[in-house]
């Protein structure tokens, strides 16, 4: 397979991963206040960078395991 589809792939499925890493994580630690201030911008954007990162490597991992 070819890298152009091998990144499609990766793509695709730190998406996917980066969705349920997210929700998992929100759902689970983190309360909605009624109002939001700064702190709590703060500790999303943490969150979606951190998952981003976590889902690609994780993606990359998959697929070059599978496409070996």
């Known amino acids: 397979m070819d ?11 730190a ?3 980066a ?11 983190v309360d909605i206040p009624e109002r939001r ?3 709590d911008d ?3 954007a943490l969150i979606k960078g951190g998952t981003s990162a976590l ?6 991992v998959i697929v070059r395991r599978i496409f070996r």
């Open 15 to 17: 998406a996917g991963i």
């Open 55 to 60: 889902s690609t490597v994780l993606a990359a």
């Open 19 to 29: 969705y349920a890493l997210s929700h998992f994580v929100v759902s689970r630690f």
């Open 3 to 13: 890298d152009a589809v091998k990144q499609r792939l990766i793509t695709l499925l």
């Open 42 to 44: 703060v500790l999303e």
């Open 37 to 39: 201030g700064l702190r």
